[in-house]
T-cell receptor, first 112, second 113 residues
């Protein structure tokens, strides 16, 4: 099992550019989560999906952020336009109905 | 008030010491509880689940007090490799947020020789 796969591992972009983060969950997991981690705020849940359907997106900071899950094996988190305050590590995680999450290695985003 | 609160530390202890971390949660719909460990610049990883009866995994002991909404983690005989951030986590079993894990800010532990 390859685990949760995220890409890219690192992303440096200029303010105003579009950024797309990608995630492949573990096969068979029902839930997929997008988290953002910063020193100031810790791990924050942005959005999560159950069986490809968004369940709770109340953590999405603003309209610049959007997430999709077109099928059970792929999800994207898009930021358009990006701003320096979006700089953080973005984690994707997947899980079965009840149980611990498995996190991906994260995408370290720097917006300059 | 944060839904899951932890003392951020840092805790600096010598090898061989016993150290305890505490955590409180405010959401009474929380059904399951976990401790995660996060190494520097790595993803969080599940350390252990927490049960009402208390549970042990080697040098690690976790306790849950539902009445007080309080969770603890005890590490005995600390090793250098235990240095990490320890995250207290609750699982939401109620309402529209079923399946959601909520993380505390984490407690930083440094074990020194």
């Amino acid at each position: 099992d390859a685990g949760v796969i995220q890409s890219p591992r690192h992303e440096v972009t200029e303010m105003g550019q579009e950024v797309t983060l990608r995630c492949k969950p573990i096969s068979g997991h029902d839930y997929l989560f997008w988290y953002r981690q910063t020193m100031m705020r810790g791990l924050e849940l942005l959005i999560y999906f159950n069986n490809n359907v968004p369940i709770d997106d109340s953590g999405m900071p603003e309209d610049r952020f959007s997430a999709k899950m077109p099928n059970a094996s792929f999800s994207t988190l898009k930021i358009q336009p990006s701003e320096p305050r979006d700089s953080a590590v973005y984690f994707c995680a997947s899980s079965l109905v009840v149980g611990g999450y498995t996190f991906g290695s994260g995408t370290r985003l720097t917006v300059v | 008030r944060k839904e899951v609160e932890q003392d951020p530390g840092p805790f600096n202890v010598p090898e061989g010491a016993t150290v305890a971390f505490n955590c409180t949660y405010s959401n009474s719909a929380s059904q399951s509880f976990f401790w995660y460990r996060q190494d520097c610049r790595k993803e969080p990883k599940l350390l252990m689940s927490v049960y009402s009866s208390g549970n042990e995994d080697g040098r690690f002991t976790a306790q849950l007090n539902r009445a007080s909404q309080y969770i603890s983690l005890l590490i005995r005989d600390s090793k250098l490799s235990d240095s990490a951030t320890y995250l207290c986590v609750t699982f939401n079993a109620g309402g529209t947020s079923y399946g959601k894990l909520t993380f505390g800010q984490g407690t930083i532990l440094t074990v020194h020789p």
